[in-house]
């Protein structure tokens, strides 16, 4: 018989993974984006918010609207 594998889930912002879209998420991202560390693939998928392809500034604004109280992410 076939093995069926799912996805995981990814929800958009949340790139530490545990649940939560906080200002843990925004460390993350700007410690991704100056370099000092590395995101493996979901965490890429997670901080993509723009749906652009790319992770940059415009991800980490996106976030830092979130966290600040502004409905821009969906869920």
Same mark, same amino acid.
């Given at each position: 018989?076939?093995?069926?594998?799912?996805?995981?889930?990814?929800?958009?912002?949340?790139?530490?993974?545990?649940?939560?879209?906080?200002?843990?998420?925004?460390?993350?991202? =700007?410690?991704?984006?100056?370099?000092?560390?590395?995101?493996?693939?979901?965490?890429?998928?997670?901080?993509?918010?723009?749906?652009?392809?790319?992770?940059?500034?415009?991800? =980490?604004?996106?976030?830092?609207?979130?966290?600040?109280?502004?409905?821009?992410?969906?869920?």
């Amino acid at each position: 018989s076939e093995k069926i594998t799912s996805e995981p889930i990814i929800k958009k912002g949340d790139i530490n993974g545990d649940n939560k879209v906080d200002n843990m998420d925004l460390i993350f991202l =700007c410690q991704f984006l100056i370099k000092d560390i590395s995101f493996d693939e979901l965490q890429v998928k997670a901080s993509d918010l723009t749906g652009d392809g790319m992770i940059d500034v415009a991800d =980490c604004a996106i976030l830092k609207q979130h966290i600040m109280g502004d409905s821009v992410l969906s869920k």
